[in-house]
């Protein structure tokens, strides 16, 4: 399968997906090393998992060239290896507390002579079909917890940023207990269906389209699913708000990675009290941004990943300023040394039934929406299929979080935006159809691969049939 180079357009590396029945055999390997790594300690399980973190580090000079290769981006391929070894040195350090405080001894119930004790039994295989995005981050964010837990895991990372997986999977062997748990392949679409039925818990990123036939499929194999999906995240901000804060806000939280993010903003409402100045710092500060061509060290956004993604934006660009939108800055994808680019575009006037406001975009481009009432703009916040997360900007915190809590949205960020990305703590749902599933964040994010076995215990004589006896009633 011939993988495209996002900077060069050319066809410039091959991967060979794995096969089903390879899948079949790569599941029964993991399985029979499974056993052996949930009956470690969370302790030992962790210390494993900190070898692998310091191996990264140390092979972070073959990384981080793969995965720029992979995304046509400089630092943020940069950033996003480098934080992969503290993703795991923070499982690592707080996964045996919360192990240990879901599971209880001895605990009273309503009757006197029995008492109950909660076991945690880890998932014995987890799949993880990851997208293009960010192709490390988000291959991990799900395994590392997994792991933790004491499962196998087996990833399927996007075919189309593939070129990582050999320079990370050489870290993995470096390890032998860890390679005997943890594979990381190439495949596409058909290698992803196969792990489905044949793991068991599934935990998939990506497109609403895709992550429906999987969480269909997880339900055919009864097995639980976790989906993170699009979002359509919107950005309200409130007429207390300094216009050239929140503009230079709204840029950074909408075009950081091209806009190729599932926390972007993707739309933007403002009060006509501060619309003029607003856009004026917006689409100044737009027109400031420059690509990362012809030098990837130079410059604020890469081209675009997937080709098929710049047809997308291209397309909900046209479709709007066909409609009566009003283009203010960007909105050509430009092919440069045969990569895909787009400059930030800045659309007002837009109308609200546009591709461009109800469905995802996945570039830098913004359409802003003027209101005169706050609870216009909350209506139009809220009237979407989307709830991954929003944002709020006011001029206090405090009047942005009144806002904040009444927005159908997983997490808010307040007085900034997409802080998703940044604080991985708290747990939060996804509405609407951006998931389904417990929560990756969080104590959830470990908490979810355990099944709770509960122990019940009589202390007292148990119960004979004829206490059940017809006469006794």
């Known amino acids: 399968m011939k993988i495209r180079n996002p900077r060069t357009g050319e066809a410039d590396y091959k991967i060979a997906p794995l096969s089903r029945n390879a899948v079949v055999d790569e599941a029964k390997r993991l399985r029979s090393a499974q056993v052996a790594w949930a009956s470690k300690t969370p302790e030992e399980r962790g210390a494993v998992l900190l070898q692998w973190a310091d191996a990264i580090e140390a092979d972070l000079g073959a990384?981080?060239?793969?995965?720029?290769?992979?995304?046509?981006?400089?630092?943020?391929?940069?950033?996003?290896?480098?934080?992969?070894?503290?993703?795991?040195?923070?499982?690592?350090?707080?996964?045996?507390?919360?192990?240990?405080?879901?599971?209880?001894?001895?605990?009273?119930?309503?009757?006197?002579?029995?008492?109950?004790?909660?076991?945690?039994?880890?998932?014995?295989?987890?799949?993880?079909?990851?997208?293009?995005?960010?192709?490390?981050?988000?291959?991990?964010?799900d395994a590392i917890p997994a792991l933790m837990a004491g499962s196998a895991v087996l990833i399927k990372p996007s075919e189309v940023t593939p070129r990582f997986i050999n320079s990370l999977m050489e870290t993995v062997r470096e390890i032998p207990e860890l390679a005997a748990i943890l594979s990381i392949v190439e495949g596409d679409g058909a290698t992803g269906s196969a792990m489905v039925d044949h793991v068991d818990y599934i935990c998939f990123t990506g497109s609403v389209t895709t992550g429906r036939k999987v969480g269909e499929a997880a339900a055919k194999a009864f097995i639980p699913a976790s989906l993170e999906l699009g979002g359509k995240d919107p950005m309200i901000v409130l007429a207390g708000a300094d216009p050239?804060?929140?503009?230079?806000?709204?840029?950074?939280?909408?075009?950081?990675?091209?806009?190729?993010?599932?926390?972007?903003?993707?739309?933007?409402?403002?009060?006509?009290?501060?619309?003029?100045?607003?856009?004026?710092?917006?689409?100044?500060?737009?027109?400031?941004?420059?690509?990362?061509?012809?030098?990837?060290?130079?410059?604020?956004i890469g081209p675009f990943i997937f080709e098929k993604q710049a047809e997308t934006a291209q397309n909900q660009i046209d479709d709007a300023v066909s409609r009566g939108a009003k283009l203010l800055t960007g909105g050509t994808v430009e092919?440069?040394?045969?990569?895909?680019?787009?400059?930030?575009?800045?659309?007002?006037?837009?109308?609200?039934?546009?591709?461009i406001i109800r469905e995802e975009n996945f570039g830098p481009v913004i359409p802003v929406v003027v209101y005169d009432q706050i609870e216009e703009a909350i209506a139009q916040a809220n009237d979407s299929i989307f709830g991954l997360s929003?944002?709020?900007?006011?001029?206090?915190?405090?009047?942005?979080?009144?806002?904040?809590?009444?927005?159908?949205?997983?997490?808010?960020?307040?007085?900034?935006?997409?802080?998703?990305?940044?604080?991985?703590?708290?747990?939060?749902?996804?509405?609407?159809?951006?998931?389904?599933?417990?929560?990756?964040?969080?104590?959830?994010?470990?908490?979810?691969?355990?099944?709770?076995?509960?122990?019940?215990?009589?202390?007292?004589?148990?119960?004979?049939?004829?206490?059940?006896?017809?006469?006794?009633?």
Not at 399 to 404: F, S, W
Not at 415 to 432: C, H, I, P, R, Y
Request: net charge negative.
């Open 390 to 473: 929003a944002a709020v900007v006011g001029g206090s915190v405090t009047e942005a979080e009144q806002i904040a809590t009444r927005l159908e949205a997983g997490a808010v960020s307040i007085n900034d935006g997409s802080l998703t990305s940044m604080v991985w703590e708290a747990e939060k749902s996804s509405f609407g159809y951006s998931g389904l599933g417990a929560s990756r964040m969080g104590a959830s994010g470990l908490m979810r691969f355990f099944r709770k076995q509960v122990l019940i215990r009589q202390s007292g004589d148990a119960a004979r049939i004829e206490a059940f006896a017809e006469e006794n009633f």
């Open 244 to 300: 050239e804060t929140a503009a230079a806000t709204a840029l950074r939280a909408s075009i950081v990675n091209t806009g190729q993010a599932c926390q972007s903003i993707e739309r933007v409402y403002v009060a006509r009290d501060i619309a003029e100045p607003f856009l004026a710092s917006l689409t100044a500060l737009a027109e400031a941004v420059e690509l990362n061509y012809p030098d990837i060290n130079h410059g604020h």
């Open 63 to 141: 990384i981080i060239p793969a995965l720029t290769a992979d995304t046509g981006r400089g630092g943020i391929s940069k950033i996003e290896a480098a934080g992969v070894p503290g993703q795991i040195r923070r499982w690592a350090t707080i996964a045996p507390q919360l192990i240990s405080q879901g599971q209880s001894t001895d605990q009273p119930t309503s009757v006197p002579t029995i008492t109950t004790s909660t076991h945690l039994v880890p998932y014995q295989l987890v799949g993880v079909i990851s997208p293009w995005n960010f192709p490390m981050t988000l291959a991990l964010i």
């Open 335 to 355: 092919n440069l040394g045969g990569g895909l680019y787009l400059r930030p575009t800045i659309l007002t006037d837009v109308p609200p039934d546009s591709d």
